[in-house]
């Protein structure tokens, strides 16, 4: 492991440009893509007729929530239900999930609310066509919380029988309170949130998505322990024995701006909402990288880029490039033997005509070289 990361660190290039090209092929790992429904109003506007759907497996179609007495909240401007993107997806081999985010505390406390909102599922799953289901609670905080974590992925695997549907959970780098090797048995895989180490909530100039530990880095609270791809890794293979095939890890698409930090790792005073905000690398980043008064600059040790401002001003930017992106799949999947990856989020990386992090997590998945631009 040692050795895999200091001849890394050293010649990011010379390494990647060396593995094995190989033919085009079924994909052999999971490329997973959170989609969200709002991006079809975004500028440019993203949606079925924009995804290619041959560089993914899975999607998740995110946009639907769920009330405390078990009722879903179904958007209707614009409307969630997109049937190009099933056909499109089935057409090419691709499951499409429906992404269930919220706080399922309330289940807790409401009479039939559990058996409620599996009823609904299954009527929406099935009259819709998705394969299946992933559940995003951030955060389960008590015992009682993991309690309903485990009837809420039991309740859904008996809903959504296995192999028929498929059932998986976004859960962060940690672990936390998921009773993670409880659930393991009943849902087909877990994706990993390897993302917001970096945010409003924290006193520093943190890095998003470390892939491996920086010492210098002070430790942002959000991602400890699990504050890097590494120990992620270890955490989820080693502490909860979460076998390597039903792993993915997460990629963002996005990073952070933070306004007031002039220095990777600089102090940030004051961090909030007003004073750090996340940006879409595509719309965004992509344009500051070395232009706009903003020069790009490499951590060695966690073997990710940052920004920061070339006029002595305030302005730092955390973020993922091609080349990281691609690092961090590659890494994953073939040296740690994980199952996949996914992203937060599909449309995030779009710029109206490419999508440079969708094409490196693509290369690394198929384990092919390298081929996007160098910083």
Not at 5 to 31: E, N, S, T, V
Not at 71 to 80: G, N, R, W, Y
Request: proline residues 9%; aromatic residues 14%; charged residues 15%.
């Amino acid at each position: 492991m040692n050795r895999f990361r200091a001849a890394l660190g050293a010649c990011i290039w010379c390494g990647l440009a060396m593995l094995p090209a190989h033919a085009q092929q079924p994909m052999p790992k999971r490329l997973v893509a959170d989609y969200g429904y709002w991006s079809r109003t975004q500028t440019p506007p993203y949606s079925s007729a924009q995804i290619p759907f041959g560089k993914l497996t899975h999607i998740n179609h995110a946009g639907v929530s769920f009330n405390a007495d078990g009722s879903l909240s179904v958007p209707s401007s614009p409307p969630f239900l997109e049937p190009a993107l099933i056909i499109k997806a089935h057409a090419a081999g691709v499951k499409v999930l429906l992404l269930l985010g919220g706080d399922f505390t309330g289940l807790e406390t409401t009479t039939g609310g559990l058996q409620t909102l599996l009823a609904n599922l299954q009527t929406f799953i099935t009259t819709n066509g998705y394969d299946g289901l992933d559940i995003d609670w951030e955060y389960p905080g008590s015992a009682a919380d993991t309690q309903m974590f485990y009837a809420l992925m039991t309740g859904l695997r008996h809903t959504f029988p296995s192999p028929t549907y498929l059932l998986s959970a976004d859960i962060p780098p940690w672990g936390g309170a998921y009773d993670i090797p409880g659930v393991e048995p009943v849902i087909d895989y877990i994706n990993v949130m390897m993302y917001d180490c970096a945010g409003p909530w924290t006193d520093d100039g943190q890095l998003n998505s470390p892939i491996f530990w920086d010492p210098k880095d002070p430790q942002p609270w959000e991602c400890q322990p699990g504050g890097s791809v590494e120990q992620a890794a270890n955490i989820f293979l080693n502490d909860f024995n979460v076998p390597a095939s039903k792993i993915n890890m997460g990629t963002p698409f996005y990073g952070y701006l933070y306004t007031n930090v002039t220095e990777v790792f600089g102090p940030c005073v004051p961090c909030n909402g007003y004073t750090v905000g996340s940006e879409n690398y595509g719309t965004f980043i992509k344009q500051h990288i070395n232009q706009n008064g903003w020069t790009a600059h490499f951590d060695g040790k966690a073997l990710v880029p940052y920004l920061l401002r070339s006029d002595g001003q305030p302005g730092y930017i955390t973020y993922d490039d091609p080349a990281s992106t691609y690092t961090r799949i590659w890494y994953s999947e073939w040296q740690r033997g994980l199952g996949g990856g996914f992203m937060w989020s599909l449309d995030a990386d779009y710029d109206g005509h490419s999508q440079d992090l969708l094409d490196a997590m693509y290369q690394a998945t198929m384990n092919l070289p390298f081929t996007g631009p160098k910083p």
